[in-house]
């Protein structure tokens, strides 16, 4: 490899390990008693998250062309994805986002 392509993947990487930091205020975490719950902007969640889909696809796109590397089937995204218990649960994946007022 260049110089320039070790960069670019380099920097491919950069992009995506700020787009997950970016992301990873979404996900949640604990809460404590008397702690409000806290509500995100659907639209801008989704934003956040084709950031990181984004960057995921161009960094294996790049491993692909300099590396000859193929990303395996089983190899998930670098977006953390919802499992749902049942199929009556995939309803909560169709979210109406309307702006904020």
């Known amino acids: 490899m260049t110089d320039e ?3 670019e993947l380099a920097r491919a990487h950069q992009r995506l390990r700020s787009a997950v930091e ?3 205020k979404y996900l ?3 809460l404590e008693p008397g702690q409000q719950f806290p509500v995100f ?3 801008e969640v989704a934003e956040v998250q084709r950031r990181v889909e984004d960057a995921d696809q161009e960094l ?3 491993r692909g062309q300099y ?3 193929a ?3 089983w190899a998930p995204s670098a977006a953390f994805e919802a499992d749902w218990f049942s199929s009556e649960d995939a309803i909560y994946d169709e979210v109406n986002a309307t702006p904020i007022r």
């Open 5 to 7: 392509q070790r960069s």
């Open 22 to 24: 970016a992301y990873e």
């Open 28 to 30: 949640g975490g604990p």
């Open 41 to 43: 902007n659907a639209t």
């Open 60 to 62: 294996w796109r790049l």
């Open 67 to 69: 590396l000859g590397w």
């Open 71 to 73: 990303r395996p089937a």
